[in-house]
């Protein structure tokens, strides 16, 4: 399963690759405009570094307006992935845009039959919120479990994008039930490394040792001696 960055912050998309876990990223107006920067500036900057493909979304509501839009952001860089909303006017946008060869990210999906609606519209993407659904006393995992069922069924190639993931266990939830991708806020991703036995463990290993030398190091040093 591919880790998207679910974040307008070009800092925190950075330290995450750093790590090597940034296989693209996910905007929304929301993100860009709490980042305080021109949308095409942050999506400029992320394009710089990321390999893998950053999801710009529509503004506009109709769909001759989505297209104008989906058709500019597509410019934007060499991996965009144009998010639309999973509405009427958005899967007029989205057959079109598909026969224009655009990626697609579907955004603000409840249901399976939804996300059954983007397939068979040709989306690259298809974003079920997760925490959204456990928000209102749905089960968001399920509804993932449900789309993987009906895709592997029919054959469709959209990738499941598992959104509004709210902490850890959503991940391996997602994980198990066959999300393609899981788009994750730099504050989860950063969860996922701990647990409080690796740092009892790395702790002990470390006062057994004590303050005595890295062999590694002790070899680079008579190295540079000779």
Request: charged share 30%.
């Amino acid at each position: 399963m591919r880790f998207f960055i679910d974040t307008a912050e070009v800092s925190e998309v950075r330290t995450a690759d750093e790590l090597g876990l940034v296989d693209g990223v996910t905007t929304n107006p929301s993100l860009v405009a709490s980042s305080g920067r021109e949308y095409r500036d942050v999506v400029a900057e992320l394009d710089e570094f990321v390999d893998g493909p950053i999801s710009v979304e529509v503004i506009a509501t109709e769909a001759e307006e989505m297209l104008v839009e989906a058709r500019e952001y597509d410019t934007w860089g060499d991996d965009i992935a144009v998010k639309f909303p999973m509405t009427r006017e958005g899967m007029t946008a989205l057959s079109q845009a598909t026969a224009e060869g655009i990626d697609s990210n579907v955004t603000l999906v409840f249901s399976a039959n939804q996300a059954l609606l983007a397939a068979k519209n040709g989306a690259t993407f298809v974003s079920p919120f997760l925490g959204r659904l456990d928000d209102i006393g749905s089960d968001g995992v399920e509804l993932v479990r449900e789309i993987r069922e009906i895709y592997d069924v029919h054959g469709f190639d959209t990738e499941i994008l598992a959104a509004s993931i709210r902490h850890p266990s959503h991940v391996k939830a997602v994980a198990k039930v066959g999300a393609d991708v899981a788009t994750l806020p730099p504050s989860v991703l950063d969860q996922l490394f701990d647990h409080p036995k690796t740092d009892e463990g790395l702790a002990a290993f470390l006062d057994d040792w004590g303050d005595r030398e890295s062999p590694a190091v002790r070899e680079l040093q008579g190295a540079d001696d000779d």
